[in-house]
């Protein structure tokens, strides 16, 4: 039987940081409401015009055949996580905002899975950001 697990976005600590025009981070706090711990492998913002900079691993990679671990979000517990986006303006600010988080993350089995954190929880966040990166 398949393990379910769930990742949410606290509605709290959340903060964009405009590095330059085009450039974000996104300092995020994540809640893993599962049983067991997760390793976050990837984080994207599935918007048109918005690619994921690749963070340098939180631990490390053992004989560098697996996938790096950006942060283990324990069971209960909030996890900060930055995500380093590059956007490409204004392609990234026409239509409708993104209004979730696709994440890759390894069980405590090393099962991949690949599973959304809503943004809705922090209504218009994600739009204002990438409109104020792109001024």
């Known amino acids: 039987m398949p393990r379910v697990h769930q990742v949410r976005i606290s509605t709290t600590g959340q903060q964009a940081k405009v590095l ?8 995020l706090q994540l809640v ?7 390793g ?3 984080m994207t ?9 690749p963070s340098a691993p939180a631990e490390p990679v053992l ?13 209960e517990q909030l996890t900060s996580v930055t995500l380093h986006l ?3 303006c204004p392609t990234s ?4 905002a993104a209004d979730h988080l696709q994440l890759t993350v390894r069980d405590d089995q090393a099962g991949l899975r690949t599973t959304e954190v809503d943004l809705r929880a922090l209504p218009g966040f ?7 990166a792109c001024r």
């Open 32 to 38: 893993n409401e599962g049983s067991f711990p997760l």
């Open 86 to 88: 590059a956007l490409t």
């Open 93 to 96: 600010t026409e239509g409708v």
């Open 63 to 75: 004989g560098g055949t697996a996938d790096p671990v950006i942060a283990t979000l324990r069971p």
């Open 45 to 53: 913002m599935p918007q048109a015009g918005v690619r994921t900079v």
């Open 40 to 42: 976050l492998l990837r």
């Open 20 to 27: 330059a025009r085009g450039s974000v981070d996104l300092d």
């Open 126 to 132: 994600w739009d204002q950001v990438r409109h104020a």
